[in-house]
């Protein structure tokens, strides 16, 4: 079904990424402007000669309610119109700020919801937000599970993406980084804590026992720019694919990466 997934952009200062299959576009957050979003978009139309008419559908899942992750919503609602799926709290939570009620549907975490040619299976995440999901999409041709804004992974997060082809994984922060930063105290606990954000190693340690089950791809992302460094985060790449055969990219904040 020539299915193509990009990470458009990842990190502290905004994360969206998107599934194309045919001229359905189907976003993972919308944490970047209309102004990057829109000539992206118009990209790959020109790349596939049609036209916005053409478009069949723009869906946008949301993992949670976090700036970085929804700060573009509403110009791409405005231009877009696109149906929005999230966990009931977090619509909830997005209604409660402004946005239109009509747009949304809700999800259960572990009620895997199809769509016409793909199914998504949302999962709790330990993150300090009000109901935060991974997702784990099934299309014809891959099998991706996204996982960022985590603070550990439990047993049931693991269980969740345990047999995935394909994972998009946060890599937030190297300790050492993170311990000699500039953040306050509180923020450096917040972070490091179960509700916070994934190490690099704990990222490093996961695509190590799913290498074991079905994992071929990895995409590092999240990457923090004040706690983290991308030399770090790309010796641990390297790593998952000399030691556990794992094809891993580290996705860098102003850069986009196609990873189908
Ligand atoms: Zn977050
Ligand atoms: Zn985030």
Known sequence: MNLKYDIISSGSSGNSSVFRLGKKFIFVDMGLPLNQIQPFIEDKIEENGFSHFDIDEIIL??????????????????????????????????????????????????????????????????HDAVEPFGYRFKFEEADVSYLTDVGIISDYIYKAVEDTETIILESNYDPELLKNSEYPNFLKTRIASSFGHLSNEDAHNLICKLSMKKLEKAVLVHVSENCNSYEIVQKYAESCFQNFNVVTTVAKQKENYSII
Not at 63 to 83: C, Q, R, V, W
Not at 90 to 112: C, H, P, Q, S, W
């Open 61 to 126: 899942f949301i993992t949670h309610e976090h700036n970085d992750h929804i700060a573009g919503m509403k110009p791409f609602l405005s231009k877009y119109s696109p149906k929005i799926y999230s966990s009931e709290r977090t619509v909830e939570r997005l209604i409660k700020n402004g946005f239109d009620e009509d747009l949304f549907y809700t999800m259960e975490a572990d009620v895997e919801v199809t769509f016409n040619d793909f199914s998504v299976k949302p999962f709790r995440i330990k």
